[in-house]
């Protein structure tokens, strides 16, 4: 029968084992713990290892009065008697069951799994080891978590502005100057057979290409060509002399009032100077009655009546003649016996070699006014036969 000393001390290792696999069952999260039929076994296990209360109490007496005679007092073997040790036993088991069930309840309910079977204990243990057999939990096999693939954003490219031209300010033409419009004088005459055109010379700085003059019966000629506003261009134009100032218009009504406006124009017709509007009024060509013809001795002698206008419509008399043409006429390409200057003049003499005897000839004088653009008829005597 074992000592008092070595019965407490065992109980004392039995505490701290039941202590060390309950710290250890709470550490593992109830993963592995005994079941209920192992917590009763064990607990049986351990009271059939307790000697009988009655034979240990008068074992211990006996050997008390016989080695210390009379006690004073509990001894550590009374202190550690069977009955004070028991209740804290029973309560171990039944926290130690407790803890069984709540790891079945948990077992069954949240996990869903099979309880990780306990080995068994042996019911024997022997005098070197501890009483209660260590429990060494069995890790439940923690589930590998399966991968889920992590989506990968798709990389959306920044967007790169598209730059922008900067914006070119439209070049301005340089403005050409408007050349100053120059300025002429015009001088009509009335004259027999038509009007005759004076005008001063250009001198501005713009690039003289050739002069107009513009006709019409109202006195509102605009400066610009070709002509509008009712006005007509008679056929004055010429290019290329800025000194040739003069023109003629013979396409004239007697008796009408008619207006004019002479302008100088560049090649592109663009005016670049102008004279004011002027009139005058358009006469017939006139007669100057018979022409006399006779022979002298010096040849044959013609004579007429002078013409009597203004000057500006005279430029010299034609004595023109034909063989073949009985109205003989020196614009028209006939010849003539001669030209003379002098308005006041009223004779002349034609030599035997002009006019040859013994053939026929139709003679006049024609009083003719010749200008820059051309010559017209003023005045002229009737037609002659000689002889």
């Known amino acids: 029968m074992p000592s008092d000393d070595r019965f407490a001390d065992r109980f004392a290792d039995l505490e701290r084992d039941l202590a060390a696999a309950g710290d250890r069952a709470r550490s593992a999260d109830f993963a592995s713990r005994p079941d209920r039929g192992f917590s009763d076994d064990l607990r049986d296990r351990l009271l059939s290892q307790l000697p009988d209360r009655g034979a240990a109490e008068s074992h211990r007496a006996a050997e008390s009065d016989r080695d210390r005679g009379p006690r004073v007092g509990w001894s550590l073997g009374q202190l550690f008697r069977v009955p004070r040790f028991v209740p804290a036993l029973v309560a171990t088991s039944l926290v130690f069951a407790a803890a069984v069930g709540a790891r079945e309840l948990y077992v069954a309910v949240g996990n869903g799994g099979t309880p990780t079977p306990v080995p068994s204990v042996s019911a024997e243990p022997s005098a070197s080891e501890s009483l209660a057999p260590t429990l060494e939990p069995t890790d439940a096999p923690t589930p590998e978590p399966t991968a889920v693939p992590t989506a990968v954003p798709t990389a959306v490219p920044t967007p790169v502005p598209t730059p922008k031209p900067t914006p070119k300010p439209t070049p301005k033409p340089t403005p050409v100057p408007t050349p100053v419009m120059g300025s002429l004088s015009l001088w009509p005459t009335t004259c027999n057979g038509g009007v005759v055109l004076n005008w001063s010379m250009y001198e501005g700085a713009g690039a003289f290409n050739h002069y107009t003059t513009l006709r019409s019966t109202s006195p509102e000629i605009p400066a610009a060509y070709p002509p509008s506003g009712g006005a007509v261009d008679p056929g004055t134009t010429y290019t290329g002399y800025a000194e040739k100032t003069s023109a003629y218009d013979i396409g004239v009504d007697p008796g009408v009032t008619y207006y004019y406006r002479t302008m100088a124009f560049n090649a592109d017709d ?85 006019l040859v005897s013994g053939s026929t000839y139709y003679i006049r004088v024609q009083a003719i006014r010749s200008t820059n653009s051309g010559s017209f008829l003023v005045a002229q005597t009737d037609v002659a036969t000689y002889p």
């Open 270 to 354: 663009g005016v670049i100077a102008t004279s004011p509007v002027a009139s005058a009024m358009g006469k017939p060509v006139k007669a100057l009655g018979v022409l006399g013809v006779e022979a002298v001795a010096e040849g044959t002698k013609l004579t007429w009546t002078p013409y009597g206008g203004p000057g500006e419509c005279f430029t010299y008399y034609k004595l023109v003649y034909s063989e073949t043409n009985p109205l003989p006429a020196y614009l028209e390409g006939d010849p003539y016996l001669a030209a003379i200057s002098d308005q006041a003049a009223g004779t002349f003499v034609a030599s035997p070699t002009q």
